[in-house]
């Protein structure tokens, strides 16, 4: 697909989620929420929620001869708290393990980490809300800072690992963005946009990285509402487009980091009162990367939630 | 005869009035939507004094609070506690306790 039909697919895409998400079309009733972001959904005073998810994530299709080949597994787990009806706050602490296979002269070799990554913690206000029977509208700016908890000095056999393979970045990045979140009985639409300035360390910074973000969710199970609080099935068609400036390393850009990709991410998702199960695959639509960044062939994400 | 029926008719209306106001409170809440949020109803409605049961109809956005037997609750209060789990409360009604 070319990139003039690519770029009026995303047209369309926003098109849809906007005006299908924040106008009020009447349509059949059902709810979830996002899977592969945050949303502006409600956190009562002093309701918490305990989030857990695994993310796959495979990148390939180096060009050069080293032929790399990444795979990461992170294991984030996020407790959220409401410290009032429209203050939540947000903690996210992942576990991460990462290999890259290469080809260097002497053979194939892995270089592989793993251990705590880098937390965040950030905050959340509802600043403008707008509440209808069975139907809400919300809009919240979000604040956060991500730390540098995890290793960024890891070593193998063949010396200290490549930066990327770290397990933490060794930068506070501060981060900002807005969340809105339109929810019926019948469907939700989200949008969220988000920027985080990374700072660097120890002559390295990550290139900064920019999010637009929408989701749409709609009950397929059960078709007509019972009375009570009744377990929903939904199905869940996220996008995400992400840009990130390309790495620096002492004072220096790397010409081979950066880009843009577009996934688009089917997923489905069962919720009750106190429990969320999910699940969803984002694949790439599109990748405008620079030099030889590796490719993203898909990124998998399961996951659960538990009030209390 | 008259004034059997009148006594009667007294009775029933005070009887009516004495168990007015002992049933379940029913409130009206706007903005609830989805199951995972209405936890933080049930949550913070049942953290009140005296609060036995709530059910929450996701269906009609009624709220239905039942109370231990001779314990109250105040608008105020009911709003209070829909209002911090992040929803608009609406009309609150009282129904008559089921025999």
């Known amino acids: 697909m070319s990139w ?145 908890t995890g290793s960024h000095s890891e070593r193998d056999s063949m010396g200290t690992l490549p930066r990327p393979l770290q397990p933490g970045s060794g930068s506070w990045d501060p981060f900002f963005g807005i969340t ?16 985080r300035i990374n700072t660097g360390a120890d002559s390295f910074a990550f290139g900064d990285e920019a999010k637009l973000e929408g989701s749409f969710q709609y009950r397929l ?5 019972r009375s009570g609080v009744p377990g929903f099935l939904y199905g869940v068609a996220e996008t995400n487009l992400v840009w990130s ?20 991410a089917p997923g489905v998702q069962y919720v009750t009162r106190r429990t969320v199960l999910e699940a969803a695959i984002q694949l790439p639509a599109m990748q405008n990367l620079n030099g030889t960044t590796l490719e993203t062939d898909w990124v998998g994400t399961v996951g659960f939630r538990w009030n209390f | 005869m008259k004034l059997s029926a009148l006594i009667l008719a007294l009775g029933l209306s005070f009887g009516g ?51 231990v037997l001779g314990a109250t609750v105040s608008d105020k209060q009911l709003r209070k506690a829909v209002a911090d789990a992040g929803f608009t409360p609406r009309e609150i009604s009282q129904g008559q306790r089921q025999p």
């Open chain 1, 221 to 225: 199970f059960p078709r007509t509402l």
């Open chain 1, 4 to 148: 003039f039909s690519m770029s009026r697919v995303i047209r369309m895409m926003w098109v849809v989620m906007l005006f299908g998400g924040l106008s009020g079309l009447s349509v059949p009733r059902a709810w979830s929420g996002p899977i592969t972001f945050s949303s502006a959904l409600p956190l009562g005073d002093g309701i918490g929620v305990l989030r857990g998810q695994a993310k796959f994530i495979r990148k390939t299709g180096d060009p050069t001869a080293a032929d790399r080949e990444l795979n990461v597994i992170a294991v984030p787990t996020v407790m959220a708290w409401g410290a009032s009806a429209r203050l939540a706050l947000f903690g996210v602490l992942p576990y991460v393990d990462k290999r890259l296979d290469v080809t260097l002269p002497g053979g194939r070799v892995r270089r592989e980490s793993s251990g705590l990554g880098d937390a965040r913690v950030f905050a959340r206000y509802t600043l403008h809300r707008v509440d209808r029977p069975g139907d809400t509208f919300r809009v919240a700016p979000i604040v956060g800072l991500k730390l540098p």
């Open chain 1, 245 to 264: 400036s390309k790495e620096r390393a002492a004072g220096v850009d790397n010409p081979n980091s950066g880009g843009t990709i577009l996934y688009l």
């Open chain 1, 180 to 195: 809105a979140t339109r929810q019926t009985l019948a469907w939700e639409a989200d949008v969220t946009a988000t920027y």
């Open chain 2, 17 to 67: 009035l004495a168990f007015a106001g002992d049933g379940p409170y029913q409130i009206r809440v706007d903005g609830l939507s989805c199951p995972f949020c209405s936890y933080g109803i049930e949550k913070k409605l049942k953290a009140l004094p005296g609060v036995d049961q709530v059910e929450v109809d996701m269906e009609s956005g009624v709220v239905t609070v039942r109370m």
